[in-house]
């Protein structure tokens, strides 16, 4: 009895490690709440999910906090660019649907919308990890893209299954941001040490 309440237990530490995933997961969340800022957001949730959750280094909301500010700028001048285009694909599909001559064009509208979605899994990622200039991230990201295409399509299929099972069971948003986090962390710094050379300054 005395070493089920020991807090070195499996279990208290399993415990208070699930607790750390809900609260990377809430402050993800809680920062995302102006969706302009989801981009810093999500940069810190890669940050903090490779440097706390698996590295166990650090305290959770100073990573997390120190990395949304680091990359706040950059990170929201490209959400808010990739939502503009998403918006706009959105919309143009929304008019040439239902067109028997525009089939086409909807199936590059959805190849459009797919290629965008698998560059964005990499971008949040790499500004977390590097400081470079725009024109330069948005190259490395396609460049990686291409190189690493099996693993692209991975991520994806990552993210889209947690987009979806949070839109079936909302109550999931309580976990599965930190989990995709690190899944992305396992996965795409392996592709970033591959490819690390690369000019960039990798962040401190």
């Not at 807090?7 to 609260?23: A, E, L, P, Q, T």
């Amino acid at each position: 009895m005395k070493q089920f309440f020991n807090v070195d237990n499996i279990i208290f530490r399993g415990i208070s490690k699930w607790m750390d995933y809900i609260f990377v997961s809430f402050l993800w969340f809680m920062f995302s709440i102006p969706l302009i800022t989801m981009g810093a957001a999500t940069a810190a949730l890669y940050h903090t999910s490779g440097q706390c959750l698996i590295s166990d280094r650090g305290y959770i909301f100073r990573s997390f906090w120190g990395s949304f500010k680091n990359s706040f700028r950059q990170s929201t001048m490209l959400a808010a660019i990739l939502g503009v285009l998403f918006g706009a694909i959105h919309l143009d599909m929304n008019l040439v649907r239902g067109q028997a001559a525009m089939k086409m064009l909807q199936t590059l509208f959805v190849a459009a919308r797919l290629l965008f979605l698998m560059i964005g899994v990499y971008v949040f990622p790499y500004i977390s990890k590097y400081r470079m200039g725009m024109v330069q991230i948005i190259k490395d990201c396609v460049c990686l893209c291409v190189l690493s295409l099996p693993w692209t399509i991975l991520l994806t299929l990552i993210l889209t299954a947690a987009l979806c099972l949070i839109s079936i069971i909302p109550g999931a948003i309580l976990i599965m941001p930190s989990c995709v986090g690190v899944f992305f962390n396992l996965i795409l710094e392996r592709i970033f040490s591959k490819y690390g050379d690369n000019g960039g300054r990798e962040e401190d």
